[in-house]
């Protein structure tokens, strides 16, 4: 949409501030919390293909990656949209190997935006993408197969690499710089200007 009182945002507008992230002393029983991967998992949407099959080529890659980091913790957090059924697959092929929430107990997300080192995100999920952008700290895409593409979607991801915020999920990770990315703040700025001067 375009016009004189429509701002654009890139990423997806959410509540976390730093001092919100700071603040947060959930303790779920990992350790070396500095050294944590975290694993965020999205659901079904009209957009892309989220199948067993899809999720368990994931945990293989998962498997995989901690053999190579054997220090560094790893916990899986599901998204509203994420089936029960998706959450059993992975409770039972990485609960070896990682902190998997079962969405019963308290909700460690707040937690692996304070901790986590790195954050692999799967593409059906431009909110948890841009909250982890937030961080300033390395962000993996693991891009589902689409089964509709969308412009918008496809716009956001091709805008967020060429930002140097996020980059494809292949079998490594290594650590990089960017600007913590803050829409909010940007629009709040714009919105301010435009109340002082009318």
């Known amino acids: 949409l375009q016009g004189s009182n429509i701002i654009n945002s890139l990423g997806a507008i959410h509540q976390f501030t730093k001092e919100?992230?700071?603040?947060?002393?959930?303790?779920?029983?990992?350790?070396?919390?500095?050294?944590?991967?975290?694993?965020?998992?999205?659901?079904?949407?009209?957009?892309?293909?989220?199948?067993?099959?899809?999720i368990t080529e994931l945990t293989e890659k998962i498997k995989k990656l901690k053999k190579k980091l054997k220090n560094f913790n790893f916990l899986v957090i599901g998204s509203r949209r994420t089936d029960n059924n998706i959450i059993d697959l992975l409770q039972d092929q990485l609960n070896k190997i990682a902190y998997v929430w079962d969405k019963k107990a308290k909700n460690p997300y707040l937690f692996a935006l304070k901790n986590s080192k790195f954050f692999i995100v799967t593409s059906d999920s431009t909110s948890m993408i841009s909250e982890c952008a937030f961080t300033g700290r390395p962000v993996y895409v693991y891009?589902?197969?689409?089964?509709?593409?969308?412009?918008?979607?496809?716009?956001?991801?091709?805008?967020?690499?060429?930002?140097?915020i996020t980059r494809n999920f292949k079998d490594n990770l290594e650590v990089w710089q960017y600007?913590?990315?803050?829409?909010?703040?940007?629009?709040?700025?714009?919105?301010?200007?435009?109340?002082l001067n009318n």
Request: aromatic fraction near 10%; glycine fraction near 6%; charged fraction near 30%.
């Open 20 to 54: 919100i992230i700071e603040n947060c002393n959930d303790d779920i029983g990992i350790k070396y919390s500095n050294n944590l991967v975290s694993i965020m998992i999205g659901g079904q949407n009209r957009h892309y293909k989220f199948s067993k099959q899809i």
């Open 143 to 164: 891009h589902l197969p689409f089964k509709r593409i969308s412009k918008r979607i496809s716009h956001f991801h091709s805008e967020f690499k060429q930002k140097n």
């Open 179 to 195: 600007k913590p990315f803050d829409e909010a703040e940007r629009i709040a700025g714009i919105l301010k200007l435009r109340i």
